[in-house]
């Protein structure tokens, strides 16, 4: 079974900092992994995807990262705003097409 | 597209009564997922669907929960009876292939009392 896990569970960091977010996962037989945003209270929004065939992704001050033979996927945050603040959950799609999902990063930018 | 919709946005229910989640997968995704948030246990897969078919129940909890997919554009998730601890946030999510990705509902927050 695919385990992922995130690091660090928690995040502070003041506005305009660059920071990354890291998860790592078991099985790297993975078909591809997702980054989500989770606000409190509120569903999942998609923030990228990266396919097993891709090395990273990028969509704005957001940019994913996946090496597959060391089982690590990194999302990186350029320029970081209070707007950022939320829960950042990573998931690895298995050959099931089954979504594992991390713990997720609960990260406060602090203005 | 309006995306995946979920009914009802919050649940409040007794103990004992039977409850019924609704999605409204995105048109043309063939993969339709169920999926429960705690604070505890975080996001676990409940069970999954493939062209309407079940493929993996093996996340639903117990035979209380049953779910269903009588057609394309929706799914059913029934908890009967309901009991506290059942109380969570679920989610419904579609995708079109296991390279697609998956998009999320909003989410039915349940509150079983």
């Known amino acids: 079974k695919q385990e992922v896990t995130q690091i660090p569970a928690a995040l502070s960091v003041p506005e305009g900092e660059n920071l990354v977010l890291n998860c790592s996962f078991t099985d790297s037989a993975i078909y591809n992994l997702q980054w989500f945003r989770q606000d409190p209270g509120k569903g999942l929004t998609s923030l990228l995807l990266i396919q097993s065939s891709q090395r990273e992704q990028t969509s704005g001050r957001l940019n994913a990262s996946l090496d597959k033979s060391s089982g690590r996927s990194t999302l990186y945050i350029a320029a970081s705003q209070p707007g950022d603040s939320a829960t950042y959950l990573c998931a690895g799609a298995t050959g099931a097409n089954n979504l594992f999902f991390g713990t997720g990063t609960r990260l406060t930018v602090i203005p | 597209d309006a995306g995946v919709i979920q009914s009802p946005r919050h649940e409040v229910t007794e103990m004992g009564q039977e409850v019924t989640l609704r999605c409204k997968p995105i048109s043309g995704h063939d993969y339709l997922f169920w999926y429960r948030q705690t604070m505890m246990r975080g996001l676990e897969l409940l069970i999954y669907?493939?062209?309407?078919?079940?493929?993996?129940d093996s996340g639903m909890p117990e035979d209380r929960f049953s779910a269903k997919m009588p057609n394309a554009s929706f799914s059913t998730l029934k908890i009967q009876p309901s009991e506290p601890r059942d109380s969570a946030v679920y989610f419904c999510?579609?995708?079109?292939?296991?390279?697609?990705?998956?998009?999320f509902g909003s989410g039915t927050r349940l509150t079983v009392v």
């Open positions: 999510a579609s995708s079109f292939t296991r390279e697609g990705g998956y998009t």
């Open positions: 669907f493939n062209n309407n078919v079940p493929i993996d």
